[in-house]
C-alpha cells in the first residue's frame, strides 16, 4: 500500500531533490551526505533525512545516499519510470511552447496530440509530424488511445466544458493552463499553473519584500 | 507599514480570490457574504473571513463583502494599481508564449523588451513592433528604463549567470522559467515556474491518487 498521508509539501519537494540528485549524476558524483546535499539545496540536513525517510529511507549512516539510486528510487516513486501518454488542448502561443518543450519528452512526458477548434489551426504541424487534430474528434481519440494526463492551455470560458468532455472519457490526470478552478470528481487529479495568479504573488512578495521560504 | 507576517498560504490564496471576485463582478454582482463566497471557491468561510481580515477586514456583519470595494483593494494589496514594467530574457517558445500573452498585459504587467542570444532571433518581431535585442544591451537597456520584474525563460545553464547581471543592475524582481534555483541577495524576489515539476508532482499524485486540498 502506498502511504497516502505524505504531505503535499513533501511531495512538491520531490521533483526538487530529483533535479539535484540529476545534476550531481550529471557531475560525476556517486555518493553525497545529507550534510552536502543540504548545504546545496539550502534544506537543512534533518528536513533532508526526514523527506527521504517517507519514502524508505535510502541513507546509511557514515555512507550517505547513493545519487544514482536515489535518482532512480525518487523517478520510479514519481511515477518517471512509465511514459506518460499526454494530449493538448489549446494550440495556441502556450499550447505550442508546451507542445514543443522537449524536457517534458526527456522525462516520458509524451505529448501525443493535440487538438483545438480553430479552422486555421487544425491540420498545422507542431512538432515533428504532429499535426493539430480537430477537437471535435477528441472522445473518438481517447477511445482509441491510451492518454493518462491531458493538459489545457484555452480561455477559460472553454476550459470547463472541455474538461467535463475530458472526465467523460476516463481522463484521470489534467494539467490546467487555463485561469479557471475546475469542478471534477473525487478521481481525477488537477494540477493548475496559474501563470497570472504566479505573477501576482511576485508583484505582492516584490510590493511588500517577503522572500520566498525553501 | 505592511504586516509581513502574514503566511505564504495566503499570498497564495490572495491571486484566486482577486480572480472569483473579477468574474462576481462580470456576473454583475455588487455584494456577497462570505457564505455564498465560500460555495464558489469550496473553500469555508471561516477561512474566508480570516484570510480577508489579514487585510484588514472589508467584510460587514449582515452585509458581506462588496464585491467591487474588494476586487480593487485586493488589486491594491497586490500592486496591481500600478503598472509593473518587464523585460523578458529568452525568445524561445516559452518566451514568444509570454511576450504574446494578453492577459498579462490587461493586470498591468507589461513585458516591454525580449533579449536572446541567438542571431537567428534578435531583430525578429515579437508582439506589436517589439522586436528581440541582443543580450549585450541588457546592462544599457537597465539604466535607461524602468525595470521592475525580469521573467526568465532560458536554458538552466544560461539562467544564472544572466540572473547574476539582472541583479548587478539592481532589478529586485525575477520571474524564474529555468529549471534551477538562482542564489540572488535577501532583497531580490524569485517566483519559480518550474513545469516539469508540476508535471512530475501531477504524475506523483495520480500513481497515488492523492488529491490536491484546495
Known amino acids: 500500500m502506498e502511504d497516502i498521508t505524505i504531505s503535499k509539501a513533501v511531495i512538491r519537494r520531490l521533483p526538487r531533490y530529483y533535479r539535484y540528485l540529476g545534476d550531481l549524476m550529471n557531475e560525476g558524483v556517486e555518493r553525497i551526505s545529507s550534510g552536502e546535499l ?57 499550447g505550442q511552447a508546451l507542445a ?44 482509441t488511445h491510451q492518454v493518462d494526463i491531458a493538459a489545457i492551455a484555452i480561455p477559460k470560458e472553454q476550459a470547463v466544458p472541455v474538461a467535463d468532455r475530458l472526465v467523460k472519457c476516463g481522463v484521470r490526470g489534467i494539467w490546467n493552463f487555463a485561469h479557471t478552478d475546475l469542478a471534477v470528481p473525487d478521481d481525477v487529479i488537477v494540477e493548475n499553473v496559474h501563470l497570472s495568479e504566479s505573477l501576482m504573488g511576485l508583484s505582492y512578495r516584490l510590493k511588500n519584500s517577503i522572500r520566498e521560504k525553501k
Chains 1, 2 share one sequence.
Not at 114 to 139: H, N, R, S, T
Request: hydrophobic letters at 40%; zero cysteines.
Open 100 to 143: 514543443k518543450y522537449t524536457n517534458f519528452r526527456t522525462r516520458g512526458f509524451l505529448i501525443e496530440a493535440v487538438f483545438d477548434k480553430d479552422p486555421e489551426k487544425i491540420g498545422q504541424a507542431v512538432y515533428g509530424d504532429m499535426k493539430v487534430q480537430d477537437i471535435a474528434g477528441l472522445e473518438e481519440y481517447i477511445r
Open 38 to 94: 543540504s548545504e546545496r539545496m539550502h534544506v537543512t540536513a534533518s528536513q533532508i533525512r526526514q523527506d527521504l525517510n517517507h519514502f524508505g529511507g535510502f541513507g546509511q549512516q557514515g555512507y550517505g545516499y547513493k545519487v544514482e539510486y536515489l535518482y532512480h528510487e525518487i523517478a520510479k516513486i514519481m511515477g518517471l519510470d512509465m511514459a506518460s501518454h499526454m494530449i493538448l488542448i489549446g494550440a495556441g502561443n502556450l
